[in-house]
């Protein structure tokens, strides 16, 4: 079965096959860590564990690595502003050096992680700071410098854009609002609008390099690192749509024209945003929402997983919480199907794995995958023991924690509940179908699900 994914650089859906056969390597562009990583952002790296467990699911191995930035993200896609981190630093009351800077990084990348285990997102074994790789930025820059690819301004070393006739391939290689050009221009030493800082110089607090203290650019750090790991070709490269027009526009540019090699990723795959209905959250606006904001309202972090899955990665989603309430709702009722199965563990249903395998190949099309979870689960035709492997076997690609399940012995049911209950049992002996489906409704309203079995009435939590 073909595996096919939407290419950002194509704009078009295409077969996917790796460089090296059964290796895919893959880049995921990590966050900037100087504070906690809100919802919005978590959606990219719901989505990079869904491909890389899709690839793996498709027989592939996967390489795959995420950079950590912990220097040089400017606050501007002007490349003016604070350091992102320096902020972080100041808004902590912290002194400014390199010390104090690993330090804060060193504990927002810890509740990062601590996002991605309670999201079930398999870590990637390769994560590295950018701090640790300024030997890589530094002979990167050389190299374009070496190319006739720089100039020197007062604020730092810049790519020259004039001078790559296809720049801007990702996004089309034109401009059209006046705006993009004004949000990138602000610095009057540039030679053209999009030309970026690939060092940035910085007396106070920085690191030595051959053109004089500073940061490397936010962008050259994504380079530098993916080169050295992942080669001067590889497979895919994923991040959030906002990285298009600047940062991955950027790393191409500085990739290509440093080794000749085109192209520099082969797929380039975007998820879109979190629409909160109002502002886009901003972590350096402060107006954001962290995972643990949902817990406040009795909302699982695999319910926000679950409700991303139920839309395509591509499409925008509103983040309101009567649908999160609802996604929650949606998925206890999926794990107490799934608990009902028994312990025993059967044989996969492979018509049902066909089709599974059919929709998340095909461009990660998880929304379709999940009607097959849903059908399998109410399939009368196929045993509990074989739902059970079933639902385990997709599992490894939705992440939805079926295997971690343990049914409750005791459940409280309320006397409103219980009274409601005997009522059902009532009707249903009086075979008032019609009352008994009424009664049903009421004991959901309330929260709890109630399903007919052999040994009578059998009452769970929604």
Not at 214 to 226: K, L, N, Q, R, T
Not at 334 to 339: D, H, P, R
């Amino acid at each position: 079965m073909s595996v096919k994914f939407y290419n950002t650089l194509s704009r078009k859906k295409e077969n996917f096959s790796p460089i090296h056969k059964k290796e895919v390597r893959m880049y995921t562009c990590g966050p900037t860590v100087y504070n906690y990583t809100h919802i919005g952002n978590l959606r990219a790296y719901v989505f990079a564990d869904v491909l890389q467990k899709t690839l793996e699911y498709s027989g592939y191995e996967v390489k795959r690595v995420m950079n950590i930035t912990d220097i040089g993200h400017l606050s501007s896609d002007a490349d003016s502003g604070d350091d992102k981190m320096t902020k972080g630093l100041l808004r902590e009351g912290k002194e400014l050096n390199l010390k104090n800077m690993r330090g804060l990084a060193e504990f927002y990348t810890e509740k990062f992680k601590e996002d991605l285990n309670k999201l079930n997102i398999k870590i990637p074994s390769h994560i590295y700071f950018a701090s640790d790789h300024i030997k890589e930025d530094t002979e990167l820059i050389g190299k374009l410098e070496e190319n006739k690819y720089t100039y020197k301004t007062n604020d730092g070393i810049y790519f020259d854009t004039s001078k790559m006739p296809d720049y801007g391939v990702l996004w089309g290689g034109k401009r059209e609002r006046n705006e993009d050009h004004a949000r990138i221009a602000e610095n009057k030493e540039k030679k053209n609008p999009e030309d970026f800082a690939l060092w940035k110089f910085n007396e106070k607090i920085g690191f030595e390099s051959p053109w004089g203290k500073g940061f490397p650019g936010w962008h050259i750090e994504c380079s530098a690192m993916s080169l050295k790991f992942l080669g001067e070709q590889f497979d895919i490269h994923t991040g959030g749509i906002d990285l298009i027009p600047t940062h991955h526009t950027n790393e191409i540019a500085q990739s290509e024209c440093a080794t000749g090699k085109k192209p520099f990723v082969r797929f380039w795959m975007h998820n879109e945003f979190v629409d909160t209905g109002s502002e886009k959250m901003s972590k350096s606006a402060g107006n954001f929402l962290k995972l643990d904001s949902l817990s406040e309202k009795n909302i699982s972090p695999t319910t926000y997983r679950f409700w991303l899955l139920m839309a395509s990665y591509r499409t925008k989603v509103n983040f309101v919480w009567e649908a999160l309430e609802g996604a929650e709702t949606a998925l206890k009722r999926l794990f107490n199907l799934y608990l009902e199965l028994g312990d025993e563990i059967g044989q996969i249903h492979h018509e049902s794995q066909h089709k599974f395998k059919g929709f998340i190949t095909d461009d990660l099309d998880t929304p379709r995958a999940l009607t097959v979870l849903w059908d399998v689960l109410k399939n009368e035709s196929i045993s509990p023991a074989d739902k059970k492997a079933t639902v385990l076997d997709f599992d490894k690609v939705l992440g939805l924690g079926f295997a971690d399940l343990k049914e409750a012995k005791e459940i409280s049911i309320p006397e409103e509940v219980s009274k409601l209950i005997k009522a059902r049992e009532e009707a249903r002996k009086n075979k008032d179908f019609q009352k008994s489906d009424e009664l049903r409704k009421e004991i959901n309203y309330l929260g709890y699900e109630i399903k007919d079995t052999g040994d009578g009435q059998k009452v769970s939590r929604i």
